[in-house]
């Protein structure tokens, strides 16, 4: 017996040379049909994980009928390493029966089993006593040997699950062969040769199952393992191979564990005339496939073939998890894999059978939904045997149930989601986001994208377009809409889901390229705002924080539009900053968005009064027709009032400018042209002739410049109008003829008449050079003129009338009333036109002889306001004489 470990380690080492050849378990041996019932359910053997005691196995040798040599099967049940079984734990079947054949032989589990094993035999003298004797005797080399058969042959399951995934993917999906042969890999366990992946196409599945018994069996451990057997006591060796990677230490160790314990029992029981070989038992349905790596002999030493069955005791599966417990899916989509990990055996074997999803809130009083699935290890997880067609809508909670074996079981739960009709909307920012001529990107908002299959837009008359889309979020879509050679209208979006026969469509309208809104800029406190960027012309209205604006002037800047806008509320609660954002309506209905800067307040001041200060000269006057028409020749006057800030800064500014900014100035506290009246009023004086000389005319504005530079709103103070230097106006006495008005810089003024109608005025050309004018006769001593400056007032001008004395041709044109006898007659007068004339002579020459009895009034006196009246009087030696304050004309 000190022989055994010995013949232990040539056996290894002569094991180790044929797995370094190539040779595996690829050998075809006979099959056996088991059937396993526990209580009033039947299993097939492969799904059953465990055996119990009191199972009841069915047990049928498929032999074939030609078989010509006679073989014994023996049903042997363990009781552990150090227990021999009792003989009545041998079943002996004779194969050849003809009852067995076709009933097949039933054996019951006894109370007290640990293993189970399969053992044929070919028929010899006393091959069953034999055998017997051989496990009763070394019953702890069995037991090694039908752990390590067992799980080698769910590893092998492993591979060969693979084996054939990667077959399968290679025929139906080439592309896919990488993809699905990793996951697969990744699934069962399986190390991938990546090296095949950089062949060509069609060679990449050949190499992929090349070797595959190098997948689970690493020769390089194998052959360290024969190095350290060259020495050391039995112990010794049982302890190297219990943590080595044949030992059980490695991760593919169980082909290597199952033929070292062939070898123990083989080294210490080996007879003339048997030898023992293991196999791999590949269950299919009830049936066990038998696999052998070496061929069997049927001369002594015969082989006798060494079968593993289930173990017995309570056998728990491995855990299964979700690969991603948070992720959700849609119920209802073709193809839908739900990916799990954990079990490598859940995917190669059938042990765990009956798979169902169960959909749990199906409804308050309804039954779960069971829907039957498989596992598929080429796409990592769990697919539905049959698509669903309907599932109830909404987020549903799944959970996996089915079988290990005979007993229940319950694995992760998922979230799905069942799609209903019409719950996808635009968001309200794109409603009028397309524009035809380029690419727009649409937000939709729904329920959840997990079963959106497609989204298409259709143009009137065209024919449906697929579109690009995406899902930032589960209840969001991005879709890509190309309108380049688009025309405006309507287009229908098509958004299809899984399950549901027609889409949700969504009708908008393509419109022409809308306005650009660059940003909205305001001070708090302003009427207005300013609305920068292009086209728009199709503003329509603009809201900001509930205030209404409305457009009001649009200019190009710049190769940019310019609209301001009018204020409907005040802006003053407003907060500064660039936080907010203004809604923008355009004219055909769109509404844009634009981003919003707010000034701190500007200063704001308001006009409380105006007046001109005319100079003390004695000149005539003018009474202007308009309080906006301010002399150039006066001292303009004006209060001002502070409203933001509340008191009149001294270091305020006051800039009063022409409209259109031809001439400027600035008023302040320091040049003495503002002073203050109050805490808030500040009175600003202005000489415009001395500031900006005879040439300043026209709009004049003001606004207020703070210290730091803020200009406040330009507010409207008047007209700055010229005004000719009016001397003399001299008119006869019949108010039918015309009147001699003399001045300077006459062409200041544009026409001048009699009455505020202007009929039969006398127009002044541009040009006139003259000093002279001939006016009509004025009515009650008073003329209305306009002035170039500002020709749409009409201004009132009061001068003395002085006499004109008409002589020569004049006068027997227009003959007079005699005058007194004692009255002088004047120098003859001429003619007066708009055009340059000469001097008339003076009507206050002195009469050669006045009779004291008949006075004369002064040239100097003014006309009074009361009408004349023409009319002849006989003569008289003594005529009343006038009032002194009328002229005798």
């Not at 890999?185 to 095949?196: D, K, P, T």
């Not at 599945?205 to 070797?211: H, I, R, Y």
């Not at 909307?425 to 524009?435: I, M």
């Not at 908002?445 to 979020?473: H, I, M, R, Y």
Request: with cysteine.
């Amino acid at each position: 017996m000190r022989r055994w470990p010995y013949l232990l380690l040539l056996w290894l080492v002569a094991l180790s040379t044929l797995y370094a050849d190539g040779s595996a378990f690829d050998l075809a041996g006979p099959k056996v049909d088991v059937h396993v019932k526990r209580g009033t359910v039947t299993l097939p053997i492969s799904e059953v994980p465990d055996l119990l005691p009191g199972d009841r196995l069915w047990v049928h040798p498929d032999l074939p009928p030609s078989q010509s040599e006679h073989f014994v099967l023996v049903i042997a049940f363990l009781r552990g390493v150090t227990n021999p079984p009792p003989p009545e734990w041998f079943t002996r079947v004779e194969t050849w029966n003809a009852g067995v054949r076709e009933e097949g032989v039933f054996v019951t589990v006894p109370e007290g089993a640990q293993q189970a094993l399969l053992f044929l035999a070919p028929e010899t003298g006393g091959d069953f006593n034999t055998l017997r004797n051989t496990v009763r005797g070394r019953p702890g080399a069995f037991v090694r040997a039908a752990q390590d058969l067992q799980t080698a042959s769910w590893e092998r399951l492993r591979l060969n699950t693979y084996l054939s995934d990667v077959k399968a993917s290679s025929q139906v999906a080439p592309s896919l062969l990488k993809q699905r042969a990793e996951t697969a890999a990744h699934s069962l366990g399986i190390r991938v040769q990546e090296q095949c992946f950089d062949r060509p196409a069609e060679q990449q599945a050949a190499c992929l199952t090349q070797n595959s018994e190098g997948l689970v069996l690493d020769d390089a451990n194998a052959q360290s393992l024969v190095a350290q057997l060259t020495s050391g006591s039995t112990v010794d060796l049982m302890n190297q191979l219990s943590y080595s990677s044949m030992g059980g230490g490695g991760v593919y160790s169980p082909y290597i564990g199952a033929i070292v314990d062939t070898a123990r029992i083989l080294s210490s029981l080996h007879t003339a005339h048997f030898q023992y070989i293991p196999a791999l038992s590949l269950p299919t349905d009830d049936t066990l496939n038998l696999r052998l790596n070496m061929p069997p002999s049927f001369r002594n030493p015969k082989s006798v073939v060494v079968v593993a069955l289930p173990p017995l005791g309570p056998n728990k599966p491995a855990p299964l998890y979700a690969t991603d417990p948070s992720a959700d899916y849609c119920g209802l989509k073709p193809g839908l894999v739900l990916p799990v990990t954990g079990s490598p055996l859940f995917f190669a074997t059938p042990l765990t059978h009956d798979l169902t999803l169960r959909i749990d809130n199906v409804g308050a009083n309804a039954t779960p939904l069971d829907l039957p699935i498989k596992t598929d290890p080429s796409r990592g997880g769990l697919i539905l045997a049959h698509p669903a067609q309907t599932l109830p809508p909404g987020e549903l909670s799944a959970t996996i149930h089915g079988k290990w074996g005979f007993d229940d079981w319950e694995g992760p739960r998922f979230t799905l989601f069942s799609p209903q009709p019409g719950k996808w909307t635009l968001a309200p920012g794109d409603q009028s986001a397309l524009v035809v001529g380029r690419q727009d990107t649409l937000h939709f908002n729904g329920e959840s994208s997990l079963c959106v299959e497609k989204v298409d837009a259709q143009t009137t008359g065209g024919k449906p377009e697929k579109l690009t889309w995406k899902s930032p979020a589960a209840g969001q879509l991005e879709v890509t809409v190309p309108l380049r050679n688009a025309t405006p209208g309507p287009v229908t979006v098509g958004i299809y889901q899984y399950g549901l026969a027609k889409p949700d469509s969504l009708v908008l309208k393509a419109y022409e390229e809308a306005a650009s809104l660059q940003r909205l800029k305001l001070s708090a406190g302003d009427k207005e705002a300013v609305l920068l960027g292009t086209r728009l012309d199709e503003v329509a209205k603009v809201q900001l924080d509930g205030i209404a604006f409305t457009p009001s002037i649009l200019s190009r800047v710049q190769g940019s539009d310019r609209l301001v806008l009018k204020a409907a509320a005040s802006t003053g609660a407003l907060q500064p900053g660039d936080g907010d954002t203004a809604h923008v309506e355009l004219r055909d209905g769109r509404r844009l968005s634009a981003p919003v800067t707010i000034d701190p307040p500007r200063p704001q001041i308001a006009l409380v009064s105006k007046g001109v200060q005319d100079a003390a000269d004695g000149s005539p006057t003018i009474q202007f027709g308009s309080p906006d028409d301010l002399p150039v020749t006066g001292r303009l006057v004006f209060f001002l009032h502070s409203n933001v800030p509340a008191a009149f800064p001294r270091t305020e500014k006051i800039e009063l400018a022409a409209a259109d900014q031809s001439f400027q100035t600035q008023l302040s506290l320091t040049n003495n042209s503002l002073m203050l009246a109050d805490a808030r009023t500040a009175v600003a004086t202005v000489e415009p002739l001395k500031l900006f000389g005879s040439s300043a005319f026209g709009p004049v504005q003001f606004r207020a410049v703070s210290a730091s530079g803020e200009t406040g709103n330009w507010i409207p103070l008047g007209t700055l109008v010229r005004v000719p230097e009016f001397k003399e106006l001299r008119c006869p006495r019949i108010q039918s003829r015309p009147c001699v008005l003399t001045g300077a810089n006459l062409f200041l003024a544009s026409s001048v008449a009699a009455d505020q109608t202007f009929d039969n005025a006398t127009d002044i050309p541009m040009g006139f050079t003259g000093t002279q004018l001939s006016v009509p006769h004025p009515v009650n001593g008073t003329l209305f003129l306009k002035l170039r400056d500002d020709p749409s007032t009409v201004q009132t001008l009061t001068l003395p009338i002085t006499p004109l004395v008409l002589t020569g041709s004049q006068a027997h044109a227009h003959p007079e009333p005699p005058p007194p006898a004692s009255a002088a007659q004047p120098e003859e007068a001429q003619p007066v036109t708009p055009a340059p004339a000469a001097a008339a002579p003076a009507p206050n020459q002195p009469a050669s002889a006045a009779p004291a009895a008949t006075p004369t009034a002064p040239e100097t006196a003014p006309a009074p306001p009361v009408p004349q009246k023409t009319h002849s009087a006989p003569p008289a030696q003594n005529p009343p004489a006038p009032p002194a304050s009328t002229p005798n004309l």
